[in-house]
């Protein structure tokens, strides 16, 4: 059975953020101890109740991505045991395969998003102006269609509660520098399309992602956080993938779907969720660690 974690507990490390899925404890000036737990975000707004496992799929699957990747981008793992850094009489097997001891980098403020179809707030930002993020898109494109070519689309990094806004590459620039924001457009991009391509081979289509960059003392770029997983990316079955409609897919639109069922204001807090969409969300999960990594989690 998969463990489940609603909120991490670990007395004498120090608690620097916890977030919507991932608490974060100090270990050094150089090192973070980074625990993904089973909770579950939809709309900006944390849900009460957890999928068993689900921290646990997050961080293998991202595990997975981060070594496949380390040849294009740097990422955040520094290789070092979970069991190694947990407190004295700290249950090892509810955290080992859910956590990670991480380089301790600069956030760069932004989610650094990549899209290869149209689809999600795209879609709606396209219908209302025919662009996305500044970007000026074809004429007549409709729903779920795949872009010309993938691109950048940035957006703020809101505080919990609130909702995330698609901005254009001008105010990246403006927040970061030039430099900087042409890193993490082009890392963005180089990542996509190689996990795309992976992803193909195996029946997957990545509509888009969700990336976390940071930077070390030196300047230098990594990638962090997360990568490629349920919660941050939309995966299609490419044998059900109909342009014109919001295809199924291996991850959280699952819940999402459910939840515009309901007489919710998408505001804090949450509604619960029925045991089917629970079990239906691991599974969906659980089926995408499957197909892209190769891994099976007990």
């Given at each position: 059975m998969p463990t489940v974690l609603s909120e991490s507990n670990l007395p004498g490390l120090d608690l620097i953020h916890r977030g919507k899925v991932r608490d974060v404890y100090a270990l050094s000036p150089t090192e973070l101890l980074i625990v993904a737990s089973d909770r579950l975000s939809a709309f900006d707004v944390v849900l009460p109740d957890p999928i068993p496992g689900k921290g646990e799929m997050l961080t293998q699957i991202?595990?997975?991505w981060f070594g496949k990747t380390a040849h294009l981008v740097p990422n955040h793992l520094t290789g070092k045991s979970v069991a190694g850094v947990l407190p004295a009489g700290t249950d090892v097997a509810l955290y080992s395969r859910r956590s990670v001891v991480a380089k301790r980098l600069k956030a760069v403020p932004i989610e650094a998003i990549a899209r290869g179809y149209l689809i999600g707030s795209g879609w709606k930002d396209y219908q209302a102006t025919g662009s996305l993020c500044g970007?000026?898109?074809?004429a007549g494109l409709r729903q779920a269609d795949k872009l010309p070519e993938?691109?950048?689309?940035?957006?703020?990094?809101?505080?919990?509660?609130t909702h995330d806004e698609n901005i254009g590459f001008d105010d990246v620039v403006a927040k970061v520098g030039a430099e900087l924001a042409v890193k993490v457009r082009d890392a963005t991009l180089a990542i996509y399309?190689?996990?795309?391509?992976?992803a193909?081979?195996?029946g997957i289509l990545i509509a888009d992602t969700k990336f976390e960059f940071g930077t070390d003392a030196d300047g230098r770029l990594y990638v962090m956080d997360e990568m490629l997983t349920p919660d941050s990316s939309r995966f299609w079955p490419a044998d059900e993938y109909r342009p014109g409609i919001s295809p199924p897919s291996f991850d959280k639109q699952f819940v999402r779907d459910y939840l515009e069922t309901l007489d919710w204001n998408k505001t804090a807090p949450g509604p619960k969720l029925p045991r089917e969409v629970i079990e239906g969300t691991a599974a969906k999960y659980a089926e995408a660690l499957?197909?892209?990594?190769g891994i099976t989690l007990d």
């Amino acid at each position: 059975m998969p463990t489940v974690l609603s909120e991490s507990n670990l007395p004498g490390l120090d608690l620097i953020h916890r977030g919507k899925v991932r608490d974060v404890y100090a270990l050094s000036p150089t090192e973070l101890l980074i625990v993904a737990s089973d909770r579950l975000s939809a709309f900006d707004v944390v849900l009460p109740d957890p999928i068993p496992g689900k921290g646990e799929m997050l961080t293998q699957i991202s595990n997975f991505w981060f070594g496949k990747t380390a040849h294009l981008v740097p990422n955040h793992l520094t290789g070092k045991s979970v069991a190694g850094v947990l407190p004295a009489g700290t249950d090892v097997a509810l955290y080992s395969r859910r956590s990670v001891v991480a380089k301790r980098l600069k956030a760069v403020p932004i989610e650094a998003i990549a899209r290869g179809y149209l689809i999600g707030s795209g879609w709606k930002d396209y219908q209302a102006t025919g662009s996305l993020c500044g970007i000026r898109l074809p004429a007549g494109l409709r729903q779920a269609d795949k872009l010309p070519e993938p691109i950048f689309t940035p957006s703020t990094k809101a505080a919990m509660g609130t909702h995330d806004e698609n901005i254009g590459f001008d105010d990246v620039v403006a927040k970061v520098g030039a430099e900087l924001a042409v890193k993490v457009r082009d890392a963005t991009l180089a990542i996509y399309r190689f996990a795309a391509a992976h992803a193909a081979e195996r029946g997957i289509l990545i509509a888009d992602t969700k990336f976390e960059f940071g930077t070390d003392a030196d300047g230098r770029l990594y990638v962090m956080d997360e990568m490629l997983t349920p919660d941050s990316s939309r995966f299609w079955p490419a044998d059900e993938y109909r342009p014109g409609i919001s295809p199924p897919s291996f991850d959280k639109q699952f819940v999402r779907d459910y939840l515009e069922t309901l007489d919710w204001n998408k505001t804090a807090p949450g509604p619960k969720l029925p045991r089917e969409v629970i079990e239906g969300t691991a599974a969906k999960y659980a089926e995408a660690l499957k197909r892209l990594a190769g891994i099976t989690l007990d």
